[in-house]
Nanobody
């Protein structure tokens, strides 16, 4: 299976920024979808952003205008730029890949491969 590794998480104050990276073991252009998801203990996993192979992006309403998903195909890497962070953005963030099908789903249950996650903590 495809291997994915996230990095870039950390602790910031509200209003700050972070950029998450996800390095994939093969060309990300091979996958129909690359996505970012997040989960907090006691809550269900939720989709944050996704990028379709042809470049079409998707965003959750809660992050629209603040987060940006992008890619560098030459580096087999997808990014999540997070600006204007809020305490409610605190979660473990996961990178995932889907070989085919719909890219935007509620909780990413149809995605095929997942990274181990990176922690993001936003303080008040």
């Amino acid at each position: 299976q495809v291997q994915l590794v996230e990095s870039g998480g950390g602790s910031v104050q509200a209003g700050g920024s972070l950029r998450l990276s996800c390095v994939v073991s093969r060309s990300i252009y091979s996958m129909n979808c690359m996505g970012w998801f997040r989960q907090t203990p006691g809550k269900e996993r939720e989709g944050v952003a996704a990028l379709r192979r042809d470049g079409v992006p998707y965003y959750a309403d809660s992050v629209l205008g603040r987060f940006t998903i992008s890619r560098d195909i030459s580096k087999n890497t997808v990014y999540l730029q997070m600006d204007s962070l809020k305490p409610e953005d605190t979660a473990t963030y996961y990178c995932a890949a889907r070989w085919g099908g719909v890219c935007w789903t509620k909780a990413g249950s149809n995605y095929d491969d997942w990274g181990p996650g990176t922690q993001v903590t936003v303080s008040s």
